[in-house]
């Protein structure tokens, strides 16, 4: 099915399953522990040997030999894997740096060896053994060091890595009141419950995976190229991922070590990552040195606008686009945007929970209140006054296909009860406590993906849903449950979706904000060919079927989906194709994010007290799930302003703080309080659903709303992230903020 025109009213309409707040059907196999993830396949998998990742002890430079004596003799030892035995390798499309490292070593913690035993134990300790000399050279490590040395980007997955539109620098340098200031982001982890695993088996030449991974697809194709054999002989299986907020969205390590250990030794190996593992092994969310120029007239009205970003990556790799949002969010005749990249050997910088715009918008939003209090205006009043219903870029001939905007703010300013903010910082205290409001607006594009499904009806009138589809804790499952149960007809325990196996059709995946509303538009192209089969079989005309109550009817005449099923079932499969309505229309979420916090007068210590967000996406089609998703995206964003930052040796090159013990992230203590409201929207130019994606939406902006907030209790203003204590103390000259 091709979407290139608008949608206009389909089955999705009647609302009968689709929109309403569901239990998620994956629930009960989670808590009761029967929903197997990569690592538990003893099923599929009996007999599994354990595999212990070695990762380099160096950043950079060459292995001059390895020992592996000592460890081929300790107990259980069933072979090891290094560069000299792994055979010829290729290397991913989307893999910066090689999975297997040696000689050439291009990152701390790169895997060298895997070493395969009978057990966990006896290979973790094995690993021990092996006697790795190394030639160190020396590397970069400090972005802002190699910042002058920074050059363009080649185009990549965002587009053009600079922008421009009118005269900016003439214009900035008439504007009335000007902001002009640096602020910084650090390296941050993904830090998701499961770690990186995978089960691999052979079966002659043919390799299945039982792995941790958002893009079924693109694991099949990443794993072929890498191992340099047919597509067709690679299956990848996920039907359960722990978390992955991009992390897991291409092929890691532990999949191709456990895949080249599972060929060596004859049986199956699992290999999973250990967390101190994951910073340095895998990948992060780069740093970024933001300078934002802002340029108005007294009343606050925005005429030059440039947001400039510099990010590191290893050779090869791509910056954080943290300008993308600057590019569409609010107005300005005058505009300039750039990245620029450094060369770092640090591990590999990628994708983590709506990159670009997640720390695009710590920097941005917190411009954005400088330039209020410029100006003296409210916050919430400045942001309404920049609206643009156009791609401000492209100008009026590219409106926006839906944008609530305004709204968002005003319903999130009356739900969180912003009238009783002191425009004056410092002025409200609760006890030992100085309390602030600060907001932001939020902002993440609206993308979408090719995605298929096949759908099917038994005998019995039950639904079948496969894709490879994965759910990484977001509720797939459900809403594409909802999807063809509503297309239908029947109730939502009427339908079985089978998920994460590349047996079944190619989705979009999960990443970027576009799987929901992707995937199930996948779901509804094959569930109108169903449709169509099963009006055919019943002697009605496709267009006027109606499809309800496990029945298709037509007039006074019905007959059962089983019935017209057969005894072999009725199956259809179709994918959904998206056209040029992106390129027509500028597409993206939107919403509005409003945060109390406390800090205490003596210690700095920061507390949120509350928050609450407003939120346009289109069609929501869980609200329930949905609410959750951006509740957790409300707490990743409290993380990135308060705690998050993986520490830089810059002498050795590798994140210090490599585990949970010293990575800190937020927990449900953090936040007391939060409130999501989302917005009626439908917007037909997005899909057949008419929805939007909200998963990243939420973390956009929610920690410059914190960021303002501690302005408001306190009169400073920090711009290095993340705004832990010492930096408070230090601007208050070490003592109390009293």
Request: hydrophobic letters at 40%; one cysteine or more; glycine letters at 12%.
């Amino acid at each position: 099915m091709k979407f290139d025109t608008p949608a206009t009213n389909n089955p999705i309409d009647r609302g009968r399953v689709v929109g309403l707040p569901h239990d998620r059907i994956d629930g009960p196999a989670k808590v009761s522990g029967t929903a197997p993830y990569a690592y538990e396949r003893h099923d599929v998998a009996p007999n599994a040997a354990y595999g212990w990742i070695v990762g380099s002890a160096i950043a950079k430079g060459q292995i001059r030999s390895i020992d592996l004596r000592a460890a081929e003799a300790a107990p259980g030892v069933l072979g090891i894997i290094t560069h000299q035995n792994a055979g010829q390798l290729g290397k991913g499309n989307m893999n910066t740096a090689h999975l297997l490292g040696g000689p050439q070593i291009e990152h701390y913690d790169q895997a060298v060896a895997l070493v395969i035993a009978d057990t966990f134990e006896n290979a973790r300790d094995a690993a021990e053994l092996l006697r790795i000399d190394y030639a160190p050279e020396r590397g970069r490590y400090d972005l802002a060091a190699e910042r002058g040395k920074a050059g363009v980007p080649q185009p990549g997955f965002g587009g053009d890595p600079d922008s421009k539109a009118g005269d900016f620098e003439g214009a900035f340098a008439k504007a009335a009141v000007k902001i002009d200031q640096h602020y910084t982001t650090p390296d941050q982890s993904h830090a998701m419950m499961e770690p990186h695993a995978t089960t691999a088996a052979w079966n002659g030449d043919k390799l299945t995976l039982w792995t941790a991974n958002q893009m079924v697809g693109w694991a099949v194709d990443e794993m072929a190229r890498t191992l340099k054999i047919p597509k067709a002989n690679v299956r990848v299986v996920a039907p359960y991922i722990g978390g992955g907020f991009g992390a897991k969205l291409f092929l890691r390590a532990d999949a191709l070590l456990a895949a080249l250990g599972a060929r060596s030794v004859g049986r199956p190996v699992k290999v999973a990552l250990a967390r101190p593992q994951i910073p340095n092994n895998t990948t992060h969310r780069p740093a970024t040195i933001q300078r934002i120029r802002l340029g108005a007239n007294r009343d606050g009205v925005i005429d030059a606008i440039a947001h400039e970003v510099w990010s590191g990556d290893l050779p090869g790799g791509s910056p954080e686009l943290a300008a993308q949002q600057t590019r569409q969010l609010y107005r300005g005749a005058n505009r300039l945007t750039s990245h620029r990249l450094a060369k770092l050997d640090l591990p590999e910088g990628n994708a983590m929970r709506a990159p670009g715009e997640a720390v695009g918008m710590l920097a941005l939003e917190v411009a954005m209140d400088e330039l209020a209090e410029a100006c003296g205006v409210d916050p919430v009043e400045l942001r309404i006054r920049n609206d643009v219903q156009y791609d401000p870029e492209a100008g009026p001939q590219r409106p926006f296909s839906s944008r609530k905007f305004v709204e968002c703010l005003r319903e999130g300013a009356q739900r969180f009860g912003w009238e009783r903010r002191s425009a004056k910082p410092g002025q409200i205290r609760d006890g030992r406590w100085l309390v602030g409001m600060g907001m932001a607006a939020a902002f993440r594009g609206n993308l979408v993906a090719p995605s298929g499904a096949r759908v099917g009806v038994d005998a019995r009138g039950h639904v079948i849903v496969e894709t490879d589809m994965t759910d990484i804790g977001t509720g797939s499952y459900t809403i594409l449950g909802q999807t063809a149960a509503e297309m239908l007809g029947v109730p939502l325990d009427g339908v079985t979706v089978r998920l994460g196996d590349s047996r079944y059709p190619v989705s979009s995946g999960s990443g970027g904000q576009f799987g929901a509303n992707s995937s199930t538009a996948g779901v509804y192209a094959a569930c109108v060919a169903l449709r169509a089969k099963l009006a055919e079989a019943a002697g009605f005309p496709a267009d006027q079927a109606l499809f309800e109550d496990g029945l298709v009817r037509l007039g006074n005449k019905s007959q059962k989906l089983g019935a017209l099923a057969g005894r072999d079932g009725l199956w259809a499969e179709d994918r959904i194709e998206f056209g040029d309505l992106a390129k027509r229309y500028a597409q993206a979420t939107f919403g509005a994010h409003f945060c109390e916090v406390g800090v205490d007068i003596d210690t700095a210590e920061v507390r949120v007290r509350r928050m609450g967000g407003a939120f346009a996406a289109g069609r929501i089609l869980n609200p329930k799930s949905a609410r959750s998703q951006v509740i957790g995206a409300m707490t990743m964003g409290v993380g990135a302003a308060l705690m998050e930052e993986l520490t830089v040796d810059t002498r050795f090159g590798f994140f210090v703080n490599h585990d949970m013990a010293e990575y800190l992230v937020p927990v449900h203590a953090d936040i007391p309080e939060q409130d999501v409201f989302f917005l009626d929207e439908l917007d037909d130019k997005s899909s057949p659903m008419k929805a939007k994606g909200v998963g990243e939406l939420g973390i956009c902006g929610a920690g410059a709303a914190v960021a303002n907030a501690i302005y408001n209790a306190t009169g400073i203003r920090l711009r290095d992230y993340p705004l832990t204590i010492d930096k408070l103390l230090a601007r208050a000259d070490g003592s109390a903020l009293t």
